[in-house]
C-alpha cells in the first residue's frame, strides 16, 4: 500500500482559493491514478476529481468542475487539488486516495489507499 498525507487545509472565506497537496511514500507513485474526495458533517464521501497516472487525463464531479484543478507532480510524489472560487457547500474533510488502475474511479470503493484527511471550512 502506498501511504498519503494530505495538507493545505484551512479556512478561508467564500470566493477565495486553496491548494491541498498530497504526498505519497511506500511505493511507486506513477503506478497509481489518484483521487480527491470529500466528506461535509451527516453526508457520505463524494467524488471530487480523478487524476490519471502521468496526470494526462481527469475526471471532475459537476459541482466543481471549472472551479477545482487536480495536477500531480510524479518526481516529487505529490498530487495538487487547487480549489477556486470557494463556497460555503465546498466545506469538508477532503482526503485523496490512491488506486493502481488506469482507469479515473469517481467510487471509494475503487480506492484502496487514503489520507487521513485535511479540513476545509469556507465562510460565507
Known amino acids: 500500500q502506498v501511504q498519503l498525507v494530505e495538507s493545505g487545509g484551512g479556512l478561508v472565506q467564500a470566493g477565495g482559493s486553496l491548494r491541498l497537496s498530497c504526498v505519497a511514500s511506500?511505493?511507486?507513485?506513477?503506478?497509481?491514478?489518484m483521487g480527491w474526495f470529500r466528506q461535509a458533517p451527516g453526508k457520505e464521501r463524494e467524488f471530487v476529481v480523478a487524476?490519471?497516472?502521468?496526470?494526462?487525463?481527469?475526471a471532475y464531479s459537476d459541482s466543481v468542475k471549472g472551479r477545482f484543478a487536480s495536477s500531480r507532480d510524479n518526481a516529487k510524489n505529490t498530487v495538487y487539488l487547487q480549489m477556486n472560487s470557494l463556497q460555503p457547500e465546498d466545506t469538508a474533510v477532503y482526503y485523496c486516495?490512491?488506486?493502481?488502475?488506469?482507469?479515473?474511479?469517481?467510487?471509494?470503493?475503487?480506492?484502496?489507499?487514503w489520507g487521513q484527511g485535511t479540513q476545509v471550512t469556507v465562510s460565507s
Open positions: 486516495a490512491a488506486a493502481m488502475t488506469y482507469s479515473l474511479g469517481r467510487n471509494s470503493y475503487e480506492y484502496k489507499s
Open positions: 511506500g511505493r511507486t507513485f506513477s503506478n497509481y491514478a
Open positions: 487524476i490519471s497516472w502521468g496526470g494526462g487525463r481527469t
